[in-house]
């Protein structure tokens, strides 16, 4: 079941930017922390971003601070992902979750997560 619907990724070459988007159609999870994990072939699902409900806070893995930019815009209950400088080590699925535990424990909580999207590739080439 798909409950978040995701946009944007593809294709980039290293040091290109790349935009994701997650929409909550059924306007459901406007008063949950939102975010995004990624998986690449072979690997774990990994903690990439959250944002609270409120998104007064925000939250990166270290692989990804300083690049990647989280926002949410709950009037359009949408939560996105800016991808900046990336590199080959970027690539995966990326998946979009909405949960109501706090944002800051997602990277304890990977598996845990509630509410799923689909799942979108990002690929970055060297």
């Known amino acids: 079941q798909v409950d978040l619907v995701q946009s944007g990724g593809g294709l980039v070459q290293a040091g290109g930017s790349l935009s994701l988007s997650c929409a909550d159609p059924?306007?459901?999870?406007?008063?949950?922390?939102m975010g995004w994990l990624r998986q690449a072939p072979g690997k774990e699902r990994e903690f990439v971003s959250s944002?609270?409900?409120?998104?007064?806070?925000?939250y990166y893995a270290d692989s990804v601070k300083g690049r990647f930019t989280i926002s949410r815009d709950n009037a359009k209950n949408t939560v996105y992902l800016q991808m900046n400088s990336l590199k080959p080590e970027d690539t995966a699925v990326y998946y979009c979750?909405?949960?109501?535990?706090?944002?800051?424990?997602?990277?304890?909580?990977?598996?845990?997560?509630?509410?799923w999207g689909q799942g979108t590739q990002v690929t970055v080439s060297s």
């Open positions: 979750a909405a949960d109501l535990t706090p944002a800051g424990t997602w990277p304890q909580r990977v598996r845990r997560l509630g509410y």
């Open positions: 059924g306007r459901t999870f406007s008063s949950y922390a």
């Open positions: 944002i609270s409900w409120s998104a007064d806070n925000t």
